[in-house]
């Protein structure tokens, strides 16, 4: 059973910078792909970030490109998200995610099949 523990959320000001950190366990982790989803209050998840297996290719949804990055340590099972110039629009419950399949392939927010419990970063103004 696929297990994925996320941390590193807080509180933090505006322009400010957050890692976020995912452990995973009960896959191959080198052999899926990541990913992380954020959701707030009363909307749906949106997707955020994914890497491939292998990490050489990773994809972002445009309101992330160049402040979020996305990275993954195969050896330490464990995927990041490093946010930087946080924006209160930021705040919401981050989530972790597993691929649905193996192999090295490009993430799509349809790729992903499993969740972890999710983390709160809250940016205040």
């Known amino acids: 059973q696929v297990q994925l523990v996320e941390s590193g959320g807080g509180l933090v000001q505006a322009g400010d910078s957050l890692r976020l950190s995912c452990a995973a366990s009960?896959?191959?982790?080198?052999?899926?792909?990541m990913g992380w989803f954020r959701q707030v209050p009363g909307k749906g998840r949106e997707f955020v970030a994914g890497i491939s297996s292998s990490g050489g290719r990773t994809s972002y949804a445009d309101s992330m490109k160049g402040r979020f990055t996305i990275s993954r340590d195969n050896a330490k099972n464990t995927v990041y998200l490093q946010m930087n110039s946080l924006k209160p629009e930021d705040t919401a419950v981050y989530y972790c995610?597993?691929?649905?399949?193996?192999?090295?392939?490009?993430?799509?927010?349809?790729?992903?099949?499993?969740w972890g419990q999710g983390t709160q970063v809250t940016v205040s103004s």
């Open positions: 009960g896959l191959t982790f080198s052999s899926y792909a």
């Open positions: 995610a597993a691929g649905r399949s193996s192999g090295d392939y490009v993430p799509i927010a349809a790729s992903f099949g499993s």
